[in-house]
């Protein structure tokens, strides 16, 4: 079945600073999702990407989905304490139709 | 503001009672899906409609879950009977999508306890 690696596991990272994170998959993907999951709320999208080598962003995030088709990943830039969430990427195989395979998210805190 | 709304928000259940999940998804979205969330298994995909037709519920338990869209304003989880391994937060989503197109949209939850 599909499978996707999302790493890091956690990230405890200083107000202002970068983060970035990634996802890797074993087969290939034809849209990449990346979500922010507030507790006790659904996951909100962020990032839509449907192209090889695509570069989106949005305000400070931006997200790649890379060449190979197998990866993709988000970046934060100038972390904020509001960034704080779990990240999970989610990838769209077309020979599955509309069905999402979901990373493990990425736990992301911010010191203020 | 649209979003898609699910009711209850949360649930606490006796094992071997039945459990009812509405979503209401966003107007004018043609596919709704239902996830569930566990700490073990992650975000999972139980089941997807499109234009009411269910389309794949190969995630889904089929002895004791059911699926159904009575209209395109309401789509239904129902576990009978259920199990205290049934404890999870239930996700409905809905989309416009084709068969490229698929941001997906994320209702609250319901939030399950089968005790």
Same mark, same amino acid.
């Given at each position: 079945?599909?499978? @996707?690696?999302? +790493?890091?596991?956690?990230? %405890? ?7 970035? $994170? ?10 990449? =999702? ?18 090889? /080598? #695509? ?44 069905? =999402?395979? %979901? /990373? ?9 | ?13 006796? $094992? ?10 966003? @107007? /004018? ?10 700490? $073990? ?17 190969? /995630? $889904?338990?089929?002895?004791? %879950? +059911? ?15 259920? #199990? ?18 698929? #941001? ?12």
């Amino acid at each position: 079945g599909q499978q @996707l690696n999302q +790493s890091p596991q956690s990230m %405890f990272i200083q107000e202002g600073e970068d983060v970035s $994170m990634n996802c890797t998959s074993s087969s290939i993907f034809n849209t990449w =999702l990346w979500y922010k999951q507030d507790p006790g709320e659904g996951p909100v999208l962020l990032i839509a990407l449907y192209k090889a /080598g #695509e570069l989106t962003s949005n305000g400070r995030l931006t997200a790649q989905f890379g060449i190979t088709r197998k990866d993709s990943f988000l970046n934060i830039s100038a972390s904020i304490p509001s960034d704080v969430g779990i990240y999970f990427c989610a990838g769209q195989n077309l020979n599955y139709g509309n069905k =999402l395979v %979901f /990373g493990a998210g990425t736990i992301l805190r911010v010191k203020s | 503001d649209a979003r898609v709304t699910q009711t209850p928000r949360h649930k606490v259940t006796e $094992m071997g009672q039945e459990v009812t999940m509405r979503c209401q998804p966003i @107007l /004018g979205h043609n596919t709704v899906f239902w996830y569930r969330q566990t700490m $073990m298994q992650g975000l999972e995909l139980l089941a997807y409609f499109r234009n009411r037709a269910p389309l794949d519920d190969s /995630g $889904m338990p089929k002895d004791r %879950f +059911s699926a159904e869209m009575p209209d395109a304003t309401l789509a239904t989880l129902k576990i009978q009977p259920s #199990e205290p391994r049934d404890s999870a937060v239930y996700f409905c989503a809905s989309g416009f999508t084709t068969v490229s197109y698929n #941001e997906q949209f994320f209702g609250p939850g319901t939030r399950l306890t089968v005790l």
